[in-house]
């Protein structure tokens, strides 16, 4: 059993940074893409960032391209998401995810293990 544990969320003013982190235990880490979502009150979940299982590859969403930067470390089995310069749009509870394959990919149906989130807040 897969168990995703995020951390580093919190306000933050606009023009701000924060560093969230994803610790995953139970199984393999290091065969598999990692990404993030994020979920506003009121909208669905979407697609911010994910990175390939050696971290060759990554994909942002248009809307954090240049902002948000992800990483992984594989020997503590630790995904990233350093996001900067953030703005009230980005006020959501950001979600880590295990992708199912080694490739990136940008919807949630290509993650099957899913962390309980950590809220980020950005005041304007």
């Known amino acids: 059993q897969v168990q995703l544990v995020e951390s580093g969320g919190g306000l933050v003013q606009a023009g701000g940074s924060l560093r969230l982190s994803c610790v995953v235990s139970g199984r393999t880490f290091s065969n598999y893409a990692m990404g993030w979502f994020r979920q506003a009150p009121g909208k669905e979940r979407e697609f911010v960032a994910a990175?390939?299982?050696?971290?060759?590859?990554?994909k942002y969403a248009d809307s954090v391209k240049g902002r948000f930067t992800i990483s992984r470390d594989n020997a503590l089995n630790t995904v990233h998401l350093q996001m900067n310069n953030l703005n009230a749009e980005d006020t959501a509870v950001y979600y880590c995810?295990?992708?199912?394959?080694?490739?990136?990919?940008?919807?949630?149906?290509?993650?099957?293990?899913w962390g309980q989130g950590t809220q980020v807040t950005v005041s304007s």
């Open positions: 995810a295990r992708g199912r394959l080694t490739v990136v990919a940008d919807t949630a149906a290509f993650f099957d293990s």
């Open positions: 990175i390939s299982w050696r971290s060759v590859n990554t």
